[in-house]
């Protein structure tokens, strides 16, 4: 791969550019405040490794995150990061379930070192365990956050125990190989009368390409 093509295209030469998602898509207007952001984070990390405490997902679908998220929430968390840190300075409760043995160890020193005693890391690296909530009462989850595992199964499961109004977030829907038929399982969800379906398509902090990502609200009554 040519230097040019690095530059336009990252690690992924199937993506048409940077500035598509990986099924090609353009980016909302709203990426145009987040290429900046995301050309400096994403050379600030790579000089100095240090990441931000922001979920590394869509600017525009933060925005949305954090225009909804209330105090008194309980989240439960597929696939471990920054955003768990973000999510525990402003839910209640936030459960995160982790494939990697040694990211479970770093966010639960990262929660520690922030006096964050909110969150409970879970190490679940078998596919099946991570869709396994039968711990969860159903109804009892403000937001489901999909970012790893077996994306459409972890939606199937997850749906009954989201609270009538709450939400299911996926990102990466448009990554084939990770997260596979998500997005036509949140589409199918987004037929009952009363549900509603957002979809986001920005840059990402500390990753210089634009990524797509789903939200779901469940309806209400």
Known sequence: M??????????????RSRFHTAEGARPDLAAVFGLPRSAVSTLWFRLTGRRPIVPWIPYNARQAL????????????????????????????????????DWVQKIRAELQRLGLPNVRVHYRWHWQELCDFSAWPDESLDLLVVDGGPRPECIEAGFPKVKPGGYIYVDNTDQPRTAGRSKSVLIELARQPGARLWTFRDFVPCNFFVNEALLYQKPSG
Do not use: Y
């Open 66 to 101: 954090a225009r909804h998220i209330c105090p008194d929430w309980q989240v439960l968390e597929i696939g471990s990061g920054m955003s768990t840190l973000w999510l525990a300075r402003r839910c209640r409760q936030v459960d995160s379930f982790e494939a990697d043995p």
């Open 2 to 15: 040519t230097v040019f093509a690095k530059l336009l295209h990252g690690s992924d030469p199937a993506r």
